[in-house]
């Protein structure tokens, strides 16, 4: 065998260090899903108010179209004495479809039946997904149902914010605290909105108003508390706003009622349709679709880095006060 010259030596590294090189161009040019995928994107829709007609059909296809990993109801959903005609239209996504019961889910055997379907023990509950907080609450419990129901929200609270992989605490319910329409206001508001302040809520979603009404960020009025507080009057984008902003999407197909607009409300829309809601990272954008698809309504938030609002919880009292409470 011939002996291998200087240069051949030379010629040969030199080969091997470009394709080096060459492969390592490649890979930045190529996705690396640490980086590409991030834990904390994904996007969720929601609307309440369905019926089983033509337009609760119109409404779930339009947020099938979306893509969603989640999908919130906000209440009142077949309107008929059994629940099979809207169980129906929403049974394909199986288990990503989250509620809140309304005043027409509680009526007879409805409650049982939705709470079977749904896997419920209670008519409120919560979960984590990726890096946001979901808390369903019900608006049609007795005294007792709503003290048991604010002894868990406090406790749920209070453990969400001394979670550091928790971003996003989102509310979602039926009955809502602000409306167009005062009739359609729960007096919920006097006792829940100051928590929801207090542990640094940032979306909470509702129904039972037949349109689409969107608020300012807003903090509880102590003195009248059928007027909040805008804490931003900025309409489109807000950084990590003072108070939760409230939002109506009764629109799920029932019916479409009139409103009158209020200081409070940034946007309002009489017409079909829902909300999809895309978080990446410490961002937050909220899109209101009609039922022809056209983006009507668009809002964000952005979190600072480092959350100033974090409540110090290392109160060990106050902990087992709050956890003993809740069980």
């Known amino acids: ?40 994107d994904f996007n969720f829709v929601a609307a309440g108010d369905w019926g089983c007609g033509h337009e609760a059909l119109n409404t779930f296809s339009m947020m099938k179209s979306m893509k969603p990993e989640l999908y919130l109801g906000l209440g009142d959903y077949s309107y008929e004495n059994s629940i099979d005609c809207w169980a129906n239209i929403v049974n394909s996504v199986g288990e990503s479809f989250k509620i809140a019961l309304g005043n ?28 946001a907080h979901f808390i369903a609450l019900s608006t049609q419990l007795d005294k007792g149902g709503e003290i048991e129901q604010m002894k868990f929200l406090k406790s749920d609270l209070m453990i969400t914010k001394a979670n550091k992989n928790i971003d996003w605490t989102i509310v979602f319910f039926h009955i809502p605290f602000y409306s167009a329409d005062e009739s359609y206001t729960t007096n919920m508001r006097r006792t829940y909105h100051p928590v929801f302040d207090k542990f640094g809520v940032d979306l ?61 409300l940034a946007k309002t829309y009489e017409g079909y349709g829902c909300i999809n809601v895309e978080i ?22 952005t979190k600072n880095h480092y959350d100033s609002k974090r409540e110090d919880l290392n109160s060990d009292m106050q902990r087992i006060e709050y956890y003993q409470s809740s069980k």
């Not at 030379?10 to 090189?21: E, F, H, K, N, R």
């Not at 950084?239 to 009139?258: A, L, Q």
Request: aromatic share 12%; charged share 20%.
């Open 1 to 40: 065998m011939g002996t291998i010259s200087a240069n051949d030596k030379l010629i040969s590294l030199l080969y091997v260090g470009a394709s080096v090189l060459f492969l390592a161009s490649l890979l930045d040019l190529l996705p690396v899903k640490a980086e590409k995928v991030n834990d904390s």
């Open 280 to 301: 990446a990272g410490k961002s937050m954008n909220v899109e209101y679709y009609s039922d022809s698809n056209n983006p009507i309504d668009k809002f964000s938030i």
């Open 104 to 131: 027409h889910d509680t009526q007879g055997q409805l409650l049982k039946a939705y709470m079977d379907k749904f896997k419920l023990e209670k008519q409120y509950y919560s979960f984590n997904y990726h890096n």
């Open 204 to 264: 909470v979603l509702q129904g039972h108003s037949h349109n689409y009404q969107r608020s300012y960020p807003l903090i509880y009025n102590d003195v009248r508390h059928s007027e909040p507080i805008i804490s931003d009057k900025e309409q489109f984008q807000y950084e990590d706003p003072d108070g939760p902003i409230f939002v109506i999407v009764g629109t799920g197909g029932e019916s479409i009622k009139h409103l009158n607009n209020k200081y409070f």
